[in-house]
């Protein structure tokens, strides 16, 4: 598996359009309500697609705290909110990321494509 570097900006878990109302991500995953265990089910779409050079969000529609942590990328989002744009840059393929916050089973891909 090709792994490559994302690019994290701060988190701004109010505007789901990007820090100072900023564009919206070209890609927006979504954490349905009660995902705590729900393994592969937890991000929608799964896997999701994106183009290298766009920008992925993490909307959390669940009344916990949840990441999207992948290799170079580490996205908190709060309960209710959307989490700030990430640019997808480097190589192509797929990209596994999961939810690192303790017991949750929660796991998903990016596609890269050119």
Known sequence: MSVAALNCSSDD??????PGG???ADV???IPSGSINAGNMAFT????TVQVGQTVSWKNNDGLQHTATGS???????AGATSTPIAITGATGARAYSCTVGGHVMSGTLNVTP
């Not at 779409?45 to 999701?48: E, G, H, I």
């Open 13 to 18: 878990d109010n505007n789901p359009t990007g």
């Open 45 to 48: 779409p799964n896997p999701a």
């Open 28 to 30: 927006l995953i979504t």
């Open 22 to 24: 900023g564009t919206p």
């Open 72 to 78: 170079g990328f580490n996205v908190v989002v709060n």
